[in-house]
């Protein structure tokens, strides 16, 4: 199937082309006619699907076509909500590079910027609006925007927006905007409240979905290291500095464990940044446009900070603490292997981890491979205590299996030095 076969008029393709796309993604081609068609949907997909053109490419065609005169100012007519700066910054990109040939205009709303730019920004008028809801609902309160000719919402992941408790700020903005109008909505998981939610907000939805959900794409290589959690460290520096990593994205569950782990690797030789909530607007952007040059690594980063970064071919994601919740390990490892591209998750996994494994190993269905011979001692990631994840798992308090045989590499000796035996892959 080709872009042409979708419906898509001249100046989009023209727009896809010079993106390098050469036949749409399962997602595109079953969502875009959809869209088209005016139809509400309700999209199962995970980042790296390639779902924000499926929704970005209609929607651009169907504002394009519309018969209304574009008012002066221009009237917001299109609304995209999403759950990060970062993620809302990438749609904004998408829209802009899929627009280009076309007389639209957008904007991007969101929080951690002057409220003031946006005001004015808002005045000059504008058709498309992406925003994450926290901000967005500032300016609707202070009626600085005016949603009132509103024809097309996209909700794009969804879930995440949940997990970050915008759903009230989000159904205030669905009270504030015209009722009829096209909704569509993005989410990589459905819990009971998205699906609340969707009841809600879509007509008659029409329902796409490219992996089954709450599993992973199958050009992602997924291994597990089991490994006691103080030398979690020192065999990351070693995979990254042994295998000469150029591109490492790696996941740990606080913003302290990040500048931590940060410095960590610095300290190992390892041009490394972090990447989490507490950091400025301004040092989130640099920290990925360096990991995006190439002129870091390894990018340190918390879940809500990396929600939805849309890092082109990312080869590799670590897990250096696995997640709390489980669905988050589909959502972390979406960042490798994307579109078409082969990708390599690795999690460190600890005893103290064990429960969390086998959540997600519950969540997917099967088990992760593990690595047989790490090169340091082998521990049990057996589940103890079923019932209360946080007692301790060995009662007995011996630390027996998590001794290792030998600890290399110790005290900031520069990265790539192999443990005594090199892991096995
Ligand atoms: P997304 O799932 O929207 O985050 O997209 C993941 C990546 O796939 C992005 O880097 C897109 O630029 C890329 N992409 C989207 N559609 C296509 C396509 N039809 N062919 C190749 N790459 C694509």
């Given at each position: 199937m080709s872009f042409e076969q979708l419906g898509l008029a001249a100046p989009l393709l023209k727009a896809v082309a010079e993106q390098g796309y050469l036949t749409p993604t399962p997602i595109q081609q079953q969502t875009i006619p959809l869209i088209l068609d005016g139809r509400d949907v309700l999209a199962g997909a995970q980042t790296g699907t390639g779902k924000t053109a499926s929704f970005t490419l209609p929607l651009l065609q169907l504002l394009a076509e519309s018969d209304i005169k574009p008012q002066k100012p221009r009237k917001i007519r299109a609304l995209i909500l999403a759950p990060t700066r970062e993620l809302a910054a990438q749609v904004y990109d998408s829209v802009r590079a899929y627009g280009k040939h076309l007389p639209l205009f957008a904007e991007v709303i969101v929080g951690g910027v002057s409220i003031n730019g946006q005001i004015r920004s808002l005045q000059r008028g504008c058709d498309i609006v992406v925003a994450t809801p926290g901000r967005l609902l500032d300016h609707l309160l202070q009626r600085h925007?005016?949603?009132?000719?509103?024809q097309m919402l996209v909700l794009d992941e969804a879930d995440r927006m949940l997990d970050m408790g915008f759903l009230p700020d989000i159904r205030r903005i669905i009270g504030h905007l015209p009722k009829q109008k096209q909704s569509l909505l993005f989410s990589a998981t459905f819990p009971e409240e998205i699906k609340g939610l969707a009841k809600q907000l879509l007509h008659e939805p029409a329902e796409v979905s490219v992996a089954p959900h709450n599993t992973t794409a199958d050009n992602i290589k997924e291994l597990c290291y089991g490994i006691g959690k103080e030398y979690k460290r020192e065999l990351l520096s070693y995979l990254i500095g042994s295998n000469n990593w150029k591109q490492v994205l790696i996941f740990v569950r606080t913003k302290h464990g990040a500048d931590r782990l940060e410095k960590q690797l610095i300290k190992d030789g390892i041009r490394t940044a972090a990447l989490h909530g507490d950091k400025s607007q301004g040092a989130r952007t640099r920290a990925l446009e360096q990991f995006k040059a190439g002129q870091v690594a390894a990018l340190v980063a918390t879940d809500i900070a990396a929600r939805?970064?849309?890092?082109?071919?990312?080869p590799h994601v670590i897990n250096f603490d696995l997640p709390q919740v489980p669905e988050d390990y589909i959502h972390r490892i979406?960042?490798?292997?994307?579109?078409?591209a082969n990708g390599e998750a690795i999690s460190l996994v600890c005893p103290e981890e064990a429960y969390q494994l086998a959540q997600i190993e519950k969540l997917l269905g099967r088990e992760l491979p593990r690595v047989?011979?790490?090169?340091?001692?082998p521990v049990s990631l057996k589940v103890e205590n079923r019932s209360n994840p946080?007692?301790?798992?060995n009662p007995s308090g011996k630390k027996d299996y998590r001794h290792h045989k030998k600890t290399p590499?110790?005290?900031?000796?520069?990265?790539?030095?192999?443990?005594?035996r090199a892991p096995a892959k």
């Open positions: 925007i005016d949603l009132s000719h509103l939805g970064l849309d890092i082109d071919d990312l979406g960042r490798t292997g994307r579109a078409g047989a011979d790490t090169g340091y001692e946080k007692a301790p798992k590499n110790r005290g900031g000796k520069p990265a790539g030095k192999p443990p005594r």
